[in-house]
C-alpha cells in the first residue's frame, strides 16, 4: 500500500491549490480526483471567477485577500500564464443595504483605495450599468476575475513538477484513521498517510458525515448573453459587479474567453440538491431569473443566449467558509461549505490547508471559519 506525507481529496479549486502547497514543501503528496482535472461537474468550470477586495461579507476577509492576490501572481509566474485580471469591481445596492455598507467598512478599516458612486455618475463611466436611481455603487480598482479552470490547470502542473502523485477519474469510497495517520480507500485501491486533507467541494458532507448539515450544494445557473452594445461589455469599459437588487443578487463580468457578457444570480432559484442527483438540464425558468436582471439593469445586454451552464454551490449555515482542523483528529484539515464565494481564495485557502496541516495552526485568523461555531 503506497504510504504519502499527506492526501488531498478533491483536485478542484482548493484541492489543486492545496496539492501543490504541500508539493513544494518537499511532501509526497497524492492528489486524488473523482472526474478529469478540470471538469465540469463541480463548483469551478465557467471560464472564470470575480476577485474583489472591498468585501462586504465580513472584513476580516480581506488580509486573506491580499495574500490570494500574491499567491495568483505567483502562480502567475510559475505556469507562464495570465490568471489575474483587473477590471475593477463595482459592489452595488440601496445606501443601507449590507452590500454597500459592509463594502465600504471593508474600504475603511483596511484603507482600501475606493469611490461611492451614484447610480448616474456610474452609468457615466461605465455606460453599461443602469441602476435604479435609489442605488449606489462603491468601485474598488482592484477587482476583477481568476481564470478558474486554467488555474486548477496551473496547480496541478505545478504540483506535479514538485513531485505530487495526481490521479484522476478514481473515486474516494471512504477513509478512516489509521494509527496517527490516515488510510483512505478509492475505487482502484488503498493509500495511506500521515495526514488528510478534504477539499471535496459539493461531496463534502459524503467525505465527513458531521458536514453534511453544514456543506449543503445548491444548483446554480450561469448565462452569457450578446451585448446589443458590445463596446460597453470589452474588458476595460465593464467593471465585475456585485449587486444587491430587489430581484436578487447579481453578479456578472465583462466579454472575456467565450463570447457574451456573463451574469448569475446568488441562489438562483434556491434549489437544495444532492451533487450526485443535480439536474443539469437548463430551463426556461433558469433564463427568465437572469434575464430579469439583464432587463432591468443591463438592457444593453439582452440579445441572445450564446450559453447557459449549471453549477454548484455549497453553502454553509451562515454562508462563511468552513477551514478547519477535524476536531477529533488533528491528522485531518477540512476545506468546505464556500458558500458561492470561494474560488477567489483557493491560491490562500491551499497555503492555509498545507499550514493546518502540517504545523496545526496557520498565520491568518481563521475564527470566523472555524466548525466549532456550529457547535461541531
Ligand atoms: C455559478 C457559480 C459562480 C460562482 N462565482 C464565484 C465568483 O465569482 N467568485 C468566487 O470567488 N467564487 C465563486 N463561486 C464559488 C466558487 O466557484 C467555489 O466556492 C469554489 O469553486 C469551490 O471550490 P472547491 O474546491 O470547494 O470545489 P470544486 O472546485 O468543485 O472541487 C471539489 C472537487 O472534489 C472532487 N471530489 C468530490 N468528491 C470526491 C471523491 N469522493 N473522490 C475524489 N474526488 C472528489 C470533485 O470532483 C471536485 O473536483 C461560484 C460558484 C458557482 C457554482
Redesign the pocket.
Do not use: D
Given at each position: 500500500m503506497p504510504q504519502y506525507d499527506a492526501i488531498v481529496?478533491?483536485?478542484?479549486?482548493?484541492?489543486?491549490a492545496a496539492v501543490y502547497q504541500l508539493a513544494r514543501r518537499g511532501l509526497r503528496v497524492l492528489g486524488?480526483?473523482?472526474?478529469d482535472?478540470?471538469?465540469d461537474?463541480?463548483?469551478?468550470h465557467?471560464v472564470?471567477?470575480?476577485?474583489?477586495l472591498a468585501y462586504w461579507e465580513h472584513p476580516s476577509y480581506v488580509p486573506l485577500l491580499r495574500r490570494a492576490y500574491e499567491l495568483w501572481r505567483e502562480l502567475e509566474h510559475v505556469s507562464g500564464e495570465r490568471l489575474l485580471v483587473i477590471t475593477g469591481s463595482v459592489d452595488a445596492g440601496p445606501e443601507e443595504s449590507p452590500t454597500v455598507e459592509g463594502s465600504l467598512l471593508s474600504c475603511t478599516l483596511h484603507h482600501l483605495a475606493h469611490e461611492l458612486l451614484p447610480a448616474d455618475r456610474l452609468h457615466a463611466r461605465f455606460p453599461a450599468y443602469r441602476l435604479a436611481p435609489d442605488m449606489v455603487a462603491v468601485y474598488q480598482p482592484d477587482g476583477g476575475?481568476?481564470l478558474?479552470e486554467r488555474a486548477?490547470v496551473s496547480y496541478v502542473t505545478a504540483a506535479l513538477d514538485c513531485g505530487a502523485d495526481i490521479r484522476a477519474r478514481?473515486?474516494?469510497?471512504g477513509w478512516e484513521p489509521e494509527g496517527h495517520g490516515v488510510r483512505v480507500r478509492?475505487s482502484r485501491g488503498a493509500y495511506t498517510a500521515s495526514r488528510l486533507v478534504l477539499?471535496?467541494?459539493?461531496?463534502?458532507g459524503?467525505?465527513a458525515p458531521m458536514l453534511a448539515r453544514l456543506a449543503v450544494p445548491e444548483r446554480?445557473?450561469?448565462m452569457w448573453t450578446q451585448p446589443r452594445e458590445p463596446e460597453h461589455f470589452r474588458l476595460g469599459a465593464f467593471p465585475?459587479f456585485n449587486m444587491e437588487a430587489p430581484e436578487g443578487r447579481f453578479?456578472g463580468?465583462p466579454v472575456f474567453g467565450v463570447p457574451g457578457f456573463k451574469i448569475?444570480r446568488y441562489h438562483?432559484r434556491g434549489e437544495r440538491t444532492d451533487?450526485d442527483e443535480v439536474d443539469r438540464e437548463l430551463h426556461p425558468e433558469d433564463e427568465a431569473v437572469l434575464r430579469e436582471g439583464i432587463r432591468r439593469y443591463f438592457p444593453d445586454a439582452d440579445g441572445p443566449t450564446l450559453a447557459l451552464?449549471?453549477?454548484?454551490?455549497?453553502n454553509s449555515p451562515d454562508e462563511h467558509f468552513i477551514i478547519d482542523v477535524h476536531p477529533d483528529l488533528p491528522q485531518v484539515a477540512i476545506?468546505?461549505g464556500?458558500?458561492?464565494?470561494?474560488?477567489?481564495?483557493?491560491s490562500v485557502?491551499g497555503e492555509i490547508m498545507a499550514d493546518l496541516s502540517t504545523e496545526g495552526h496557520s498565520r491568518f485568523d481563521l475564527g470566523l471559519f472555524r466548525l466549532a461555531r456550529f457547535g461541531a
Open positions: 481529496v478533491g483536485v478542484g479549486a482548493m484541492g489543486s486524488i480526483e473523482r472526474f482535472i478540470p471538469h461537474r463541480g463548483s469551478s465557467g472564470n471567477r470575480i476577485i474583489r476575475f481568476v478558474s486548477i478514481e473515486p474516494v469510497l478509492t477539499t471535496a467541494g459539493a461531496w463534502a459524503k467525505l446554480q445557473v450561469l465585475v453578479y463580468f448569475g438562483h451533487a451552464k449549471t453549477c454548484l454551490f455549497t476545506a468546505a464556500f458558500s458561492g464565494h470561494g474560488f477567489k481564495f483557493a485557502v
